[in-house]
């Protein structure tokens, strides 16, 4: 975790998607693994990505992805 994400009490956007370390999504999670992101995402009204012109369009699909796959219809 970065010195920037831990002042805020924030997480990289690996961890706190559940990604592996490419950032991908590579497969459906179980639904216990969903039901643990769903909990945490619960309350949450933004995401905030610092330096958000290194996160590239493949890694902004994935959190797309992961986001519908928690909380499906939205």
């Known amino acids: 975790m970065g010195s920037a994400t831990s002042l805020v009490g924030?997480?990289?956007?690996?961890?706190a998607f559940g990604f592996g370390r490419g950032g991908k999504?590579?497969?459906q999670?179980?639904?216990?693994?969903?039901?643990?992101?769903?909990?945490?995402?619960?309350?949450?009204?933004?995401?905030?990505?610092?330096?958000?012109?290194?996160?590239?369009?493949e890694?902004?699909?994935s959190i797309n992805t992961?986001?519908?796959q928690m909380f499906p219809g939205l």
Do not use: Y
């Open 59 to 61: 890694l902004l699909h």
């Open 10 to 15: 924030g997480d990289t956007i690996n961890s």
């Open 25 to 27: 999504v590579l497969q």
């Open 29 to 57: 999670p179980d639904e216990k693994k969903l039901q643990a992101l769903r909990d945490i995402f619960a309350n949450v009204d933004i995401i905030f990505i610092d330096e958000i012109s290194t996160t590239g369009s």
């Open 66 to 68: 992961r986001l519908g």
